[in-house]
């Protein structure tokens, strides 16, 4: 779904200014198609770049034009380093945050998506997921992150923030963006693949949001 979210940002709606905050190991800034011109920023922490760039150097992977990592903290400084790299304000933007946002601190995930709107002219447009539940730690218990662990060796769900979730989406549309948000299951059934629903599934929780900037209200 990011995927095609992006690709469409790019191919079928113009941006050209594509954004991805807490990039982590994915690799679709490489892997997709741009169009001539576009840009696109990697915002994560050093040492995940360090290790991406030793993971994909070893395999022949050079970095492309208009491709640019940003070390910078989702908690604090990234939208000063975003702009000393070269993002501009005033271009539409696309923005993804994808398997970040139940990691943060509740002030944290509203402070990052004011941020993300006060930089985004209309015509940008969003994608990011969210945990919608109340309850994390019965989601933290459940024995798909005890899987996730016995092969990952990482406990994710232990990660997770246990602060209320701020309703992140509305606050968005109440500063001029159309938002929509669905299960992630349904974008299940409209691929033909993904995470099937189960009995006491902690996937039910996830969220895909999407946005597009129609306009632009006062944000002070
Ligand atoms: C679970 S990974 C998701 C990576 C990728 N977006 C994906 O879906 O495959 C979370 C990423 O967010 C980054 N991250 C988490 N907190 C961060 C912070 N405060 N500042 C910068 N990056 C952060 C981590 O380094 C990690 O790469």
């Known amino acids: 779904m990011f995927d095609d979210f992006l690709q469409d940002c790019a191919h079928r709606d113009g941006i050209r200014q594509l954004v991805l905050l807490g990039a982590g190991l994915d690799t679709r800034a490489l892997r997709l198609e741009w169009p001539v011109g576009c840009v696109v920023y990697e915002v994560d922490r050093s040492d995940l770049f360090a290790f991406k760039q030793d993971v994909l150097g070893a395999m022949g992977v050079r970095p492309a034009g208009g491709h640019h990592h940003v070390v910078a903290d989702l908690e604090s400084n990234w939208a000063r380093r975003l702009r000393a790299a070269g993002f501009d304000p005033v271009r539409p933007t696309a923005w993804v945050i994808e398997g970040v946002i139940p990691y943060l ?27 919608q539940a109340q309850d994390t730690a019965k989601i933290r218990e459940n ?4 899987q996730t662990k016995q092969k990952m060796g990482v406990h994710l769900s232990g990660l997770f923030s246990d602060d209320t979730r701020p309703d992140s989406a509305r606050a968005l549309a109440e500063t001029g ?14 691929y033909g693949r993904g995470p099937v629903p189960g009995v006491d599934d902690p996937i039910a929780y996830a969220r895909w949001v999407l946005g597009r900037r129609t306009h632009r209200l006062y944000e002070g």
């Open 105 to 131: 601190p509740a002030p944290v995930e509203r402070g990052l998506l004011a941020t993300v709107s006060a930089l985004s002219v209309p015509g940008s447009a969003i994608a990011y997921e969210i945990l």
């Open 143 to 146: 024995s798909l992150y005890g």
């Open 177 to 190: 963006w159309e938002v929509s948000e669905e299960p992630v299951h349904r974008f299940t059934e409209q």
